[in-house]
């Protein structure tokens, strides 16, 4: 318990640091969102100025983050100029699809990922083994950005899925089977892109965390005794190979996030991923900060969850 | 040294690309920048041996592309066979400069005008693909590797001054690496792109870009490189160095730094690809660099118009060079993680 | 008698005292820091061309000792005396002059030899630092040290790595001895070597101890062994010096109870247990 809480401790300090990072950036650059507006001959120099003094934007940076630090305490995380509201409300709309998309995907891929591995090393140098192998080399070479382009083309060329949006136009007017139905057709398209993404990485470290553990006395002379090969492979050497095994999921709940960022905006999936792009061109640095916030809590809370799962899964990490 | 043909192989095949890429004006036929308006979206030329009576040409010819009568639709073309235009090798083109200094308008091959070779076929401005390829790897690939430059320099100076100093100089530097590895790093790469002007000329740009992507990565190679001169300085043959009056320069020299070697080489083997692919994507969401000059991220980013991701195949090119890129520094790291362990530097 | 008293106003190469050395543990910015004291007002002294042997088990911080005496560590307080010089305010023209007067060998050869240089390279590496000779000079010395050593100078462009365990110890010995130092101190010297090596080894440590007029610091465990090298002994026990006497008269006649038990536990042929 005192392990959590200190945990926990440490990641507001993170979350603290992240804040004053990004505002150090902020300093460093040039330019903000009233920026545009003073080219704009319409708007008088007086009201860009009163505008400007409005937001705050004419303090110096201290206070800036002082009063930035109120309003996450308000829970309002600043307040996003092209929007015109807090930035709270914006992101947490947009935090729900992106964590349905990630969570889906980080899901899917160890469900897909971990069968794969076990089987591939169970069978090394053989032929199944080796197809798997090269297969993802080559799916490791292939940047997301390719497979979001060459999936959409499929989806394109065949119709057999929506390729944009959250729901289709008649989801209000849908019942309860259809909207489910509705999104998970929805779904398919960045989840498959993000799943095939991350499955090599994945495949390749459960594949050698296993190689690793198969060759142990243990697993050798579980197989002496006659184990049956599948209980020896799932209830003796996946348990014993499990402690890299979650530290690589709260490292791959980092990349899945990495990479829905891309992938929400080339799939129109309405999350974090296409607000941050619209508030970089709109220069809304709030809204950017408070996007960082966020996908920096995503990951937090990535890696918190693989400390819990280590936690259970291992006596000795229980025992300190 | 190391006597692996296979590394050297990747490793010719690699700087190859970088120096056809570097010498983009003399192989390619066109400036990224000429536009034919007539013809957006032209398809690969197609290169011709026999023509239309039947005879044998050693060498090859191409048509030029008319559009289709009739038909309204974009890129849909057909060859006008009443005059054949041969390729030639070494022929003047567009003029350019050699280093900044000489004058040349030598080209690697082409076809006289008013015919164009479309090795690449042509994009929405009529402009060619294989060309703008070339020009844009100028871009995308040495902005990958001069960022990785940029990261394991500060990666090898940050963490060379945590691990063989230690101390509070250690816990500063590791905490500050904590945070960057805190944030999904494209988010990180974002947000601090975000702070920087949008529109800036194509060399500010790609400056710009160096520094960003090299100085949002520091952090991985830091904590990598302090944690193999942590356990190099306190090897026995190093506090004997220290013990005959050697001073902290000599040992980082002689004893300590040769030991992150190995691992900057495949460090670097594994950050210049992902960096490439920074570029690419900055560049594709329109926050890198911008038209009209090329990189494989813009280039590529016409690809978010529905219509040209279904009609125009040759759009894909550029990805199709990034993978291959990819797959080369794959198979270098590879061989290299298999190597270093085997060599002394 | 006679010899006693001569031996008595000679004046000491070495003198240490009151040497202690505290280590603290703990964060930096933590509260709560510990100290574990690892040597408490050590004193001795040692004089030239004799051997004191320092005995004691692990974590009796003969280690430590070494280490602060090779000034590759910091003692908290105390003074060591080198000729009459004291080391630990030496002003900066001397402290090379230091580093080639004493010279540390290590317990664990392979650790202590770059695998990345070759054997020559390493030998000549004090010449380096100190900038001795050209590059042929230096490796013309390098050569004639490990003949002293009994490696074959032909061994010379080969890595330490080719080199058996005592062959490394012998590298090891004559990169200590390249710079013409008086005081050795041999840190675990010979442990983890084979009898016969090791009876080799101390063959050829005493040896070069009377052609070259050099003063021994042994640390060892191995009471057997320190028999056999040392003229005095030193008994260590939680950092501090517990007993010191001659080797005969300590074999002959332990003081001290813990000395009775180090020299008990000596694995001998035919005792029983």
Known sequence: MRYFFRRLIHTMFLLLGVSVLSFLFVALAPGDYFEEMRLNPQISQATVAAMRSKYGLDQPLPKRYFRWMQSVLRGELGFSFSYDTPVRPLLVARAKNTLLLTATAALLSWLVAIPLGVWSSSRKAKWLDRVLTLGTTTLLAIPDLMLALVLLLIALRTGWFPTGGLHDIRFSRLNAWGKVEDTVAHIFLPVMCLVLGSLPILFRHIRSALVEVLDSPFIRSARGHGIPEGRVLFLYALPAAANPLISLFGFSVGTLLSASLLVEVLMSWPGIGPLLVEAILARDIYLVIGAVMFSTLFLVGGNLLADLLLYLADPRIRME | ?345 | MVADIKLQTEEPLVRVRGLSKRYAQGHWFARKKYLIEALSGVEFSIRPRSTLAVVGESGAGKSTLARCLARLEEPSSGEIWYEGKSLLDLPSKDRLWVRRQIQLVFQDPTSALNPRLSAVEIVAEPLVIHGEGSKVDRRERALTAMEQTGLSPQWGDKSPLEFSGGQRQRLALARALVLGPKFLILDEALAGLDLSIQAQMVNLLLDIQATQALTYLYISHDLALVSNIADEVAVMREGTIIERCRTSELFNNPRHLYTQQLIASIPRLGSHA
């Open chain 2, 1 to 345: 040294m190391i006597r692996d043909h296979k590394l050297w192989l990747i490793l010719a095949v690699l700087a190859s690309a970088h120096l056809i890429v570097l010498w983009a004006h003399f192989f390619a036929p066109y400036d990224f920048a000429s536009q034919e308006r007539a013809i957006p979206f032209a398809p690969p030329s197609r290169l011709h041996f026999v023509d239309p009576e039947g005879h044998f040409h050693m060498r090859p010819f191409v048509y030029l592309w008319e559009p289709r009568p009739g038909t309204e639709t974009l890129g849909a073309y057909v060859e006008d066979h009443s005059q054949a235009f041969p390729l030639r090798f070494f022929v003047r083109g567009a003029r350019y400069k050699i280093a900044g200094i000489f004058d040349s308008s030598w080209h690697l091959f082409g076809v006289e005008e008013p015919a164009r070779i479309y090795l690449a076929g042509s994009d929405d401005y009529g402009r060619d693909q294989f060309s703008r390829l070339l020009y844009g790897g100028q871009i995308s690939l040495f902005s990958g590797l001069m960022a990785a430059g940029v990261s394991l320099a500060l990666g090898l100076v940050l963490g060379a001054l945590a691990g063989f100093y230690g101390g509070l100089v250690d816990d500063v530097v590791m905490r500050c690496a904590e945070l960057f590895l805190a944030l999904p790093w494209l988010y990180l790469l974002f947000a601090v792109r975000a702070f920087l002007p949008l529109h800036i000329p194509p060399t500010q740009a790609f400056l710009m870009l160096v520094l960003v992507i090299g100085m949002v990565g520091w952090a991985r190679p830091a904590r990598l490189i302090r944690g193999v001169l942590l356990s190099a300085k306190e090897r026995n043959y190093v506090l004997a160095a220290r013990g005959f009056g050697a001073s902290d320069f000599y040992l980082l020299r002689r004893h300590v730094l040769p030991e992150a070697y190995g691992l900057l080489l495949t460090q670097a083997a594994l950050l210049a690809p992902q960096y490439i692919l920074a570029e690419v994507t900055l560049s594709f969401l329109g926050l890198g660099v911008g038209e009209p000059v090329p990189s494989w991220g813009n280039m590529l980013a016409s690809l978010q118009k529905y219509y040209v991701l279904t009609s125009y195949w040759w759009m894909f090119v550029p990805g199709l060079a990034l993978v291959s890129v990819f797959l080369l520094y794959y198979q270098l790291c590879k061989v290299l993680q298999e190597q270093v362990k085997l060599v002394r530097f």
